[in-house]
């Protein structure tokens, strides 16, 4: 997927909280109250749902 719609979920004196618009999905990301952006947090549930892993060598044994 290329592109995410967020919605603001809180707002501070200072910050506003994005979150996708996915509710079972964490990612999110962090404005100042003029929309200049300060991070993202989370990963997006979709995105997790399509990798695949390939175990090549277990160093644990």
Avoid at 12 to 34: H, I, L, P, Q, S
């Amino acid at each position: 997927r290329d592109s995410y719609t967020y919605y603001v979920s809180k707002t501070t004196a200072t910050v506003k909280y994005w979150r996708c618009e996915d509710r079972c999905c964490d990612a999110g990301v962090y404005t100042n109250t003029k929309d200049a952006f300060i991070k993202t947090v989370g990963i997006h549930s979709e995105y997790l749902e399509s990798l695949s892993f390939v175990v090549v060598k277990d160093r644990t044994k």
